[in-house]
C-alpha cells in the first residue's frame, strides 16, 4: 500500500545542509494503522510531508498502491502538526470542514451530513458556527481533526494530532481514532511523542532514531484490536510494550545500539499509566529532561534521562 | 446576591452612557473649536480671502443645492469612482500574479519601483498630450495614480500566504478559482484593503487635480473658476464640499472594510489576548 523507501532529505537553503532523514525503509500495509515515534527534531514532520506528496525527498522514494507519489494523492487527508495555521480564519468552524467537501463536489445534504457527523465525532457539535481564534487549541486541534475525517479519506497521516488536547479528550479521541480507522479500514500513519499513545494506538509502532535518522526499530503491537482505555493500558503485555519502546527511543538518542541500562522492566509502568488515560507518562520527548519525572513509573529511567 | 447584580448592570449601563458622551465631546469637540478659531480669525482679520463659515454655509446651498449638482458634483464623482474601480481591479488583477510568482515577480520589480517613484500629477501634463482633454484623459491620471498601492500592496499580501494554508489547500486538493477565492485573495484582502484605503485619498487628489488642468466642469474646475472670478465664498464652499466629499466616501469604506475584515480583527484579538 505505502512503500517508503530509502528516503533521505536534506534541506539546503543560505549556504547550510540540513540532513533531516538519512535513510528510512518501511511498508504499511492496506488498512493498517502505524505509529511513528522518535526525538523531537528526527525528521517525523519531514517524513509526513514527503509521504503526503508535499515535498520532494532528496533521495529515495515514496509509492502508494505502486505508483510514485509526486504531489498530493486524491483521498489523503493530513492533520498538520501547526493545526492553528492550518484553519481558515475567515471560515467559520463548519466552513473549514466542509470546503474539502465542496472541492469533491459532494452534494449538499451529504456534505451537511458529514459536516455534523464529524464535529459531532469530535466533540464540537456545538461549535459549528465559530470562527478558529474564538477556539482553544485543543478545540482547534479537534476542527483540524473533524476536517481530515470528514475527508473520508484512504490514507489519513496525523502529526501530533493530540499535542493540546487535556488528558479526558485525548482518550476521547484515541477511541475515535481507532473506531474510524476500525468502520472505514482506513491506512494511517500517526506521529506521536508520546509512547502510551503510540502502543495503545497503533497495531504498529515505528521507532525513529536521533539524526541521522533511520528506523531504530519496528515493534508489533500484539495487543488485542478490542482496546479499552482502562484495561488495555494497565495489562502486563502493554506494560512490557511500552517499556520495549522506551528502552529504544532511549538507545536512539544515545547514538543507536546497545543496551542502555535504564532497567525499564515493564511492571512498574501499568498501574500509574492506566488511569489518568496516559496524558504525559512514558513521554519520548520528555525523556531529555522537560518534564520526565512525572509518575513514580519514571523513576528506574532516570539515569538516563538527565544530562 | 441579585441586588447586587442589578446595580452592577446600571453600573456598567451609565458607564457605557457616559462614554459615549465623552467620545461624542472627543468627537464635535476639536472640529468645533476650530470653526469657532476660524469665526474669529475672519471676523477679526476682515480679510476679503478669509470667509466666515457662516457665509461659506449660506453660499453652499446656494451654489451646490442647484443645477451645479448635476453639471459638476456627480461627473466628479462618478469620474473618482470610475478611476478608482479600474485601478483597484487593475491592481489586485496583477498584483496576484506578481504575488504568486517569484520569476514574474523578480522580472517586474524594478519597472514597478521606478513607475511607483513617479508621483502621479506630474503625468497629468503627459497624459494630456497622449490621450487628449477629454474625460478617458482623466480616468487615466487617478488610475495612474491609485493602481500603485492597491498593486504593491496586494503582491505583499499574496506573498504572504501562510505555507501551512497552502499546504492544507494542495492536500485537499483545492486548487484554480477556489484556491484563489478561498485562500489568496483572503488572506490578502488585509493587505489588499490597505492598499485600497491610500488608494482612495490619492483618488480624490488627482480628481481635483486633473479637473483643474484639464476640465470644463467638475468640482476642480469649478473652484478654480470660481478662484479666478474672485468669487471667493464660491471658492470656500467648493473646498468644503470636496472635504465633505472625502470623509463620506472613507465613512463607506471604513464600513466595507469593517465587514470584510471582521475575521481579521477577530484573529488579532485573540492573538493579543483579549
Ligand atoms: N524548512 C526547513 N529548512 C531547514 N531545516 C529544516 C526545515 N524543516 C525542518 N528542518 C530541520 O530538519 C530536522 C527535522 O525536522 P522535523 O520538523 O521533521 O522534526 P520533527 O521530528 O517533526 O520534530 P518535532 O517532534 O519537534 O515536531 C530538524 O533538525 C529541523 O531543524
Ligand atoms: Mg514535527
Redesign the interface.
Known amino acids: 500500500m505505502l512503500d517508503v523507501d530509502g528516503l533521505r532529505k536534506t534541506y539546503s537553503g543560505r549556504g547550510r545542509e540540513v540532513e533531516a532523514v538519512r535513510d528510512l525503509t518501511f511498508r504499511l500495509g492496506e488498512g493498517e494503522l502505524a505509529c511513528l515515534v522518535g526525538p523531537s527534531g528526527c525528521g517525523k514532520t519531514t517524513l509526513l510531508k514527503c509521504v503526503s506528496g508535499l515535498m520532494r525527498p532528496t533521495a529515495g522514494s515514496v509509492a502508494l498502491d505502486g505508483r510514485p507519489v509526486t504531489g498530493p494523492p486524491p483521498d489523503m487527508a493530513v492533520v498538520f502538526q501547526e493545526y492553528g495555521r492550518s484553519l481558515f480564519p475567515w471560515l467559520t468552524v463548519r466552513g473549514n470542514v466542509e470546503l474539502p467537501l465542496k472541492e469533491k463536489r459532494l452534494p449538499k445534504p451529504r456534505r451537511r451530513e458529514l459536516v455534523d457527523g464529524a464535529l459531532e465525532a469530535v466533540g464540537l457539535g456545538h461549535a459549528g458556527s465559530q470562527h478558529p481564534w474564538e477556539l482553544s487549541g485543543g478545540m482547534q486541534q479537534r476542527v483540524a481533526i473533524a476536517r481530515a475525517i470528514a475527508y473520508e479519506p484512504r490514507v489519513l497521516l496525523m502529526d501530533e494530532p493530540f499535542a493540546a488536547v487535556d488528558a479526558q479528550t485525548r482518550a476521547d479521541l484515541e477511541d475515535l481514532i481507532r473506531g474510524l480507522w476500525q468502520r472505514f479500514s482506513m491506512t494511517v500513519l500517526f506521529v506521536t511523542h508520546d509512547i502510551d499513545e503510540a502502543v495503545y494506538l497503533g497495531q504498529r509502532v515505528i521507532v525513529l532514531s536521533a539524526s541521522p535518522t533511520v528506523v531504530q526499530d519496528d515493534v508489533s503491537v500484539d495487543l488485542p484490536d478490542e482496546r479499552d482505555q482502562l484495561t488495555t493500558r494497565s495489562a502486563p503485555r502493554f506494560a512490557e510494550l511500552r517499556a520495549h519502546v522506551y528502552r529504544e527511543i532511549q538507545n536512539a538518542k544515545n547514538g543507536g545500539g546497545g543496551p542502555s541500562g535504564t532497567g525499564a522492566t515493564g511492571t512498574g509502568g501499568a498501574e500509574g499509566s492506566g488511569a489518568d488515560g496516559g496524558g504525559g507518562a512514558g513521554d519520548a520527548e520528555g525523556a531529555d529532561g522537560e518534564g520526565g519525572a512525572d509518575g513514580p513509573d519514571r523513576a528506574p529511567t532516570a539515569t538516563g534521562g538527565r544530562r | 446576591m441579585s441586588a447586587n447584580e442589578t446595580a452592577n448592570t446600571t453600573a456598567t449601563v451609565s458607564a457605557t452612557a457616559r462614554r459615549g458622551a465623552a467620545a461624542a465631546a472627543r468627537m464635535l469637540g476639536l472640529p468645533a473649536l476650530l470653526i469657532a478659531l476660524w469665526w474669529w480669525a475672519a471676523v477679526s482679520s476682515g480679510s476679503f480671502f478669509l470667509t466666515d463659515p457662516g457665509t461659506i454655509a449660506a453660499t453652499f446651498t446656494e451654489v451646490w443645492v442647484s443645477e451645479r449638482f448635476l453639471t459638476d458634483v456627480l461627473p466628479s464623482v462618478g469620474l473618482l469612482l470610475t478611476g478608482y474601480a479600474l485601478a483597484a481591479v487593475l491592481g489586485i488583477g496583477v498584483g496576484v500574479p506578481l504575488g504568486m510568482s517569484t520569476r514574474l515577480r523578480a522580472a517586474a520589480e524594478p519597472v514597478l519601483e521606478f513607475l511607483r517613484a513617479v508621483p502621479p500629477p506630474v503625468l497629468v501634463p503627459l497624459l494630456m498630450l497622449l490621450v487628449g482633454l477629454d474625460a478617458s484623459m482623466r480616468t487615466a491620471v487617478i488610475v495612474s495614480g491609485c493602481v500603485w498601492p492597491v498593486l504593491l500592496n496586494t503582491v505583499e499580501g499574496v506573498r504572504a500566504v ?1 505555507p ?2 497552502a ?2 489547500c ?5 486548487r484554480g478559482r ?1 484556491r484563489l477565492g ?2 489568496v485573495l ?2 490578502a ?1 488585509p493587505q489588499i484593503m490597505a492598499g485600497l484605503r491610500q488608494a482612495l485619498s490619492i483618488a480624490i487628489i488627482l480628481m481635483v487635480i486633473s479637473e483643474m488642468f484639464a476640465s470644463s466642469s467638475g468640482l476642480g474646475y469649478a473652484v478654480v473658476q470660481f478662484q479666478r472670478s474672485f468669487a471667493i465664498p464660491e471658492m470656500w464652499s467648493g473646498i468644503v464640499l470636496l472635504g465633505l466629499l472625502g470623509v463620506v466616501l472613507s465613512a463607506v469604506f471604513a464600513r466595507a472594510e469593517r465587514h470584510a475584515l471582521a ?2 480583527r ?2 488579532r484579538a ?2 493579543r489576548g483579549d
Do not use: K
Not at chain 2, 494542495?170 to 483545492?174: D, E
Open positions: 501562510d501551512v494554508l499546504d492544507t494542495r492536500v485537499y486538493g483545492i477556489r478561498v485562500l483572503r488572506s484582502s475575521w481579521h477577530g484573529l485573540a492573538s
